[in-house]
């Protein structure tokens, strides 16, 4: 069982590696301006191109919008939506869901199948203190490459039952792609079993375990680049994250900030 656990996780962070390839290469392909998606696989990237304004991403929000996606929220206004990532546990969950706590902010897990059948207890916590859990599928696969409804269906439903069985209630309707990659038909496939797919419009490298960015690093991306609407992507493996995000929070405050509720704001949409 060990074994397996430490498979899984050597997975998952090659997956999240891809991701790093991923926005690298579509952010620069995005430098002169965002293209609607295609039918092809796309690898979820971002322009950022003014200090403070929100970034281009390599899909519009009117062609996201059209099969109940986004990577951030249309508003002026200075509101941001926090959400994690989390494949394994590794110590660094709950002082984030305590500088959570002491910020009244509540933000979006999004998990799989692994996190859910091994940390029961964290996302009873999570449940509880009012966070939302969202469906990040149950094994962590490039879902672009499946093109059966019933195999996409049934990552997102094995999911779901995961946790429903550690909860006893049903989960969000919010999914978000593993590695940040999609094709249309995924956007269809997801709105048609009444899912919003959420992309983000901040995020920075904190995924490598052993190789984590310094507090200066996190500054420097994060607070520059936070804009009105922001869907901020951060893993919950972190441990910089777990360190900082009390200040990161206080930060996000005193530049004006507040925290709204992604799944609400996905609701009214």
């Known amino acids: 069982m060990r074994g397996m656990r430490i498979k899984r996780r ?3 962070l090659v997956a999240l590696g891809a991701l790093l390839l991923g926005v690298a290469g579509a952010a620069h392909r995005a ?3 965002a293209v609607p998606a295609s039918g092809e696989i796309t690898n979820w990237g ?3 191109q003014t200090e403070g304004a929100a970034p281009i991403g390599n899909a519009t929000p009117e062609y996201l919008a059209q099969y109940d996606a986004l990577y951030r929220a249309d508003t002026e206004e200075k509101v941001l939506y926090l959400t994690f990532d989390a494949g394994f546990e590794n110590g660094n969950t709950a002082p984030i869901l305590d500088a959570l706590k002491k910020h009244g902010v509540k933000a979006t897990f999004f998990l799989v ?8 207890e ?3 916590r999570m449940v509880a203190e009012g966070h939302t859990v969202g469906n990040h599928t149950y094994s962590h696969p490039d879902m672009s490459k499946i093109a059966d409804k019933a195999s996409f269906r ?3 439903e094995q999911n779901e039952a995961a946790y429903r069985a550690v909860t006893g209630g049903e989960m969000s309707r919010l999914y978000r792609p593993p590695q940040g990659k999609f094709c249309e038909s995924n956007l269809q496939m997801a709105q048609e ?3 919003h797919t959420v992309f983000w419009s901040l995020a920075y490298v904190d995924w490598y375990e052993n190789d984590q960015p310094t ?6 991306k994060l607070l520059p680049r936070i804009h009105p609407g922001a869907v901020v992507l951060l893993h919950s493996t972190s441990a910089t994250n777990g360190a900082i995000l009390d200040e990161l929070l206080t930060r996000w405050e005193e530049m004006g900030y507040t925290f709204g509720n992604l799944e609400e704001y996905c609701s009214h949409e």
């Open 10 to 12: 050597r997975v998952l």
């Open 215 to 220: 507090r200066e690093e996190a500054f420097a």
């Open 122 to 124: 964290l996302v009873r």
């Open 154 to 156: 049934a990552e997102l």
């Open 193 to 195: 079993l009444g899912y």
């Open 46 to 48: 971002l322009s950022f």
């Open 31 to 33: 430098g002169d301006g």
């Open 113 to 120: 199948g692994n996190y859910l059948e091994t940390q029961p």
